[in-house]
């Protein structure tokens, strides 16, 4: 990952950089220590959560959140001030143990709820299976800045949807592909009869503008050889749809996608949740001994949601 700071002002108890979440943490002497201060896009992440949490419920006790790909835990540390018993994976073990010294600091300092983020290693492809020591099902998913590194994104999208309480709240963003004025401008599926049944002979209308585009990164991308896939704003909003989300409001100039996972069936239902237990490993054949299998398509509905309904 780039766009870092390399914190070398930071104490010799320290985890080793680079950080890619300047926190605020206590310095010991009354003042404040910032583990990025120098980062190239600014007082990052707090300006992206600032952007955010009006969106949010201001007191999220009670809910239960999940932040995949948390790094060093500005998110998952925000939620928990909020009320939330938090989550927070990451596959980086470096990243977890930033979170787990910051965390620690701060509480420390008494600057930490009673209830503070729970970190460990784990991907996102690991939310296919449930651990007993977490529920199944969350009504916060925090997934920001993960799927440009995914070579599966829809599965990761697919898995998330799974573990999103029904009516509960997504937060995702991804690094974005630019869109042109005509881009912005295009209605979805310009010159095919019907978008949603593109006929064979109608397919340079995928080249359209305005249609869902993802690019592909075969090599690297800003130095970064984890970076695999750009997508542009329509393409964020398909792919949410058809993992089982609604939009319920954006935050273009942040990327930031704010999601309700549908508590209705739709079309995808069945294709989406077929495809995605065989690529897990947790597909019932005839004949074949189950995996271990959680029925995720039931459940409560959530009372989480976001406070605004109206798109920016
Ligand atoms: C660009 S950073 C975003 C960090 C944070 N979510 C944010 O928005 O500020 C990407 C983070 O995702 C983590 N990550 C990448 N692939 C992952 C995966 N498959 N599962 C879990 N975490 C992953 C990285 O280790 C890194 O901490």
Redesign the pocket.
């Given at each position: 990952?780039t766009l870092q700071s390399a914190a070398a002002h930071l104490p010799p108890d320290a985890p080793p950089g680079p950080w890619?979440?300047n926190l605020s943490l206590p310095d010991g002497a009354g003042g404040v220590l910032h583990t990025a201060p120098d980062h190239p896009l600014g007082d990052?992440?707090r300006f992206?959560w600032e952007a955010i949490e009006p969106h949010l419920p201001a007191d999220l006790s009670g809910a239960h959140a999940l932040?995949?790909?948390?790094?060093a835990g500005?998110?998952a540390i925000e939620l928990a001030r909020r009320g939330a018993a938090v989550t927070a994976?990451?596959?980086?073990p470096r990243?977890l143990e930033q979170a787990r010294w910051a965390a620690g600091r701060l509480a420390e300092a008494g600057a930490l709820p009673a209830n503070p983020p729970r970190f460990r290693q784990?991907?996102?492809?690991d939310l296919a299976r449930p651990t007993p020591d977490e529920p199944e099902r969350f009504d916060v998913v925090?997934f920001?800045?993960?799927l440009y590194?995914?070579r599966y994104p829809l599965l990761?999208l697919d898995l998330l949807a799974d573990r999103t309480a029904p009516g509960g709240l997504m937060v995702f963003?991804t690094l974005t592909l630019p869109e042109d004025d005509s881009n912005a401008k295009a209605p979805r599926g310009l010159g095919v009869k019907d978008p949603s049944n593109v006929r064979i002979g109608e397919r340079a209308a995928l080249r359209a503008p305005g249609w869902p585009t993802l690019a592909f990164i075969e090599r690297d991308f800003e130095d970064d050889p984890?970076n695999w896939f750009l997508a542009d704003a329509p393409a964020c909003r398909a792919m949410l749809r058809s993992a089982g989300f609604e939009i319920a409001a954006e935050i273009p100039e942040q990327e930031v996608f704010l999601c309700r996972r549908r508590s209705d069936g739709d079309d995808n239902d069945r294709l989406r949740d077929e495809e995605c237990r065989a690529a897990t490993g947790r597909l019932d054949r005839p004949g074949e001994t189950a995996g271990s299998l959680s029925d995720l398509s039931s459940g409560s509905p959530s009372a989480w949601s976001v406070t605004e309904e109206s798109n920016e």
């Open positions: 990952m890619f979440h990052f992440p992206k932040d995949v790909g948390c790094n500005f998110y994976i990451d596959h980086d990243y784990g991907s996102v492809y925090w920001m800045g993960v590194h995914l990761a963003q984890t």
